[in-house]
């Protein structure tokens, strides 16, 4: 037998959370959550900059410690996901410049490199995507530098870094996303509740 009494002190203790109440601190919540995501994703999105530009300097030291920095980041938060990874695109070019030089030290024409550097240095006063190419166009200009820049190959996958990020880490993205998904079950739980209480009390009645 269902104990009627017991049933709607249950039933007025639930009642007395409204559901309204608990929608709108779940709206806060997710809110917040979403704030410290977007936190995240932007910290992850700095230090990849970061990256890029130690790359286009050119010190391979620098360009460690800001990958590290990146990976440390990145893999101690969520909403980090870095798609496709970072390009070290200077530093592949300027690899790729020096497998190029070393072949073209022993054209039959001298160092055609050599001469290729002779016109474009004066151009340009710092390493540039620019300087690559009139590099390569005063190379195409001697017999043995016509397919130089195309017989020189380097592989691209060592000079690209992914790193993964965690589903959930405990930041305040993650705690605060915890705080949702409390909330979200107290309303499921508290509407269901209800429901259940309200059906007993109407078994207890046709009982009766």
């Known amino acids: 037998m269902v104990d009627k009494k017991q049933v709607r002190q249950n039933l007025s203790r639930l009642q007395r959370i409204k559901t309204w109440q608990l929608i709108v601190l779940l709206v806060l919540a997710g809110f917040i959550s979403?704030?410290?995501?977007?936190?995240?994703?932007?910290?992850?999105?700095?230090?990849?900059?970061?990256?890029y530009a130690a790359d286009i300097v050119g010190d391979n030291s620098m360009t460690q410690s800001r990958l590290y920095d990146l990976q440390r980041y990145v893999s101690a938060h969520m909403n980090t996901e870095m798609d496709k990874g970072v390009l070290l695109v200077a530093t592949y070019n300027r690899d790729k410049q020096e497998l190029?030089?070393?072949?073209?030290?022993?054209?039959?024409?001298?160092?055609?490199?050599?001469?290729?550097q002779d016109v474009c240095m004066p151009q340009y006063t710092s390493w540039s995507l620019s300087y690559v190419q009139c590099t390569v166009n005063e190379l195409a200009k001697y017999p043995e530098g016509e397919s130089l820049n195309d017989s020189v190959s380097l592989s691209a996958v060592t000079y690209v870094h992914v790193y993964s990020s965690p589903l959930w880490s405990p930041d305040f993205a993650g705690w605060s996303l915890v705080v949702c998904v409390v909330i979200l079950?107290?309303?499921?739980?508290?509407?269901?509740?209800?429901?259940?209480?309200?059906?007993?009390?109407?078994?207890?009645?046709?009982?009766?």
């Open 34 to 51: 979403a704030t410290f995501l977007r936190l995240n994703n932007i910290g992850m999105v700095e230090r990849r900059k970061a990256v």
């Open 100 to 116: 190029i030089a070393a072949k073209a030290a022993s054209a039959a024409n001298g160092n055609i490199y050599k001469k290729a």
């Open 185 to 208: 079950i107290m309303i499921i739980s508290r509407f269901t509740g209800v429901i259940i209480l309200k059906i007993l009390l109407r078994q207890h009645h046709k009982s009766i």
